[in-house]
């Protein structure tokens, strides 16, 4: 595609809920990275994959969120029983190569609200 | 850990005029990378600028350019003959074993 898409864009969960957001990078990129945006702060990294590898998990906050990228190129983030404090802006990046060699690429984030 | 510092969480510039973002940045890294992003209202972060930080010599990127001063770990942004279209929130980010965003800097342009 033209770029990386995420869906859905908006998302209303009930607390308790679980929820599923999707990834899809541009065609080829290996690496795909997912932050959560709090509102007015900066993104937090969440986890990456290369390929279909997740080399690194260490930003997702609790066992409640999982990750996969099955084929090395969809990916979903899923988190489980949502809580308030899991509002915030998803956003998705995928690139070439690894991040600083090439450019990363920002989908537009799904903005997920819990009520 | 890395962290990344913008102490300047709003700014303002006339149209036409040249502002200056501030990003100061701790790591004990040799090797990096450093970013500017744009996230406008859409919320599409977009990549505005990189620098290496092995390069001394200063990125630049049109009406964008960077003031790269690695001794003191300062990333600043410059941004000439500001554009309503340049008003957008802007992070400044550190690419090295981890990946981190600064807090972000509104900049709103004045017609």
């Known amino acids: 595609g033209a770029g990386v898409s995420q869906s859905p864009r908006y998302k209303v969960a009930k607390r308790g809920q679980d929820v599923a957001l999707r990834c899809d990078p541009i065609s080829g990129h290996v690496s795909l990275f997912w932050y959560q945006q709090a509102l007015g702060q900066g993104p937090e990294f969440l986890t990456y994959f290369q390929n279909e590898a997740q080399l690194d998990k260490s930003g997702l906050p609790s066992d409640r969120f999982f990750a996969e990228r099955p084929e090395g190129s969809v990916s979903t983030l899923k988190i489980q029983r949502t809580q308030q404090e899991d509002s915030a802006v998803y956003l998705c990046a995928s690139s070439l190569e690894g991040q600083g060699d090439t450019e990363a690429f920002f989908g537009q984030g799904t903005r997920l609200t819990v009520v | 850990a890395q962290t990344v510092t913008q102490s300047q969480p709003e700014m303002s510039v006339q149209e036409a005029e040249t502002v200056t973002l501030s990003c100061t940045y701790d790591t004990s890294e040799s090797d990096y990378y450093l970013f500017w992003y744009k996230q406008p209202p859409s919320r599409q972060m977009i990549l505005v600028i990189r620098?290496?930080?092995?390069?001394?010599q200063n990125a630049t990127e049109n009406r964008f350019s960077v003031n790269f001063q690695k001794a003191a770990k300062s990333f600043s942004l410059k941004i000439s003959d500001s554009q309503l279209g340049d008003a957008a929130m802007y992070f400044c980010a550190y690419d090295g074993q981890n990946f981190v965003f600064g807090p972000g800097t509104r900049l709103s342009v004045l017609p």
């Open positions: 620098q290496e930080a092995y390069k001394q």
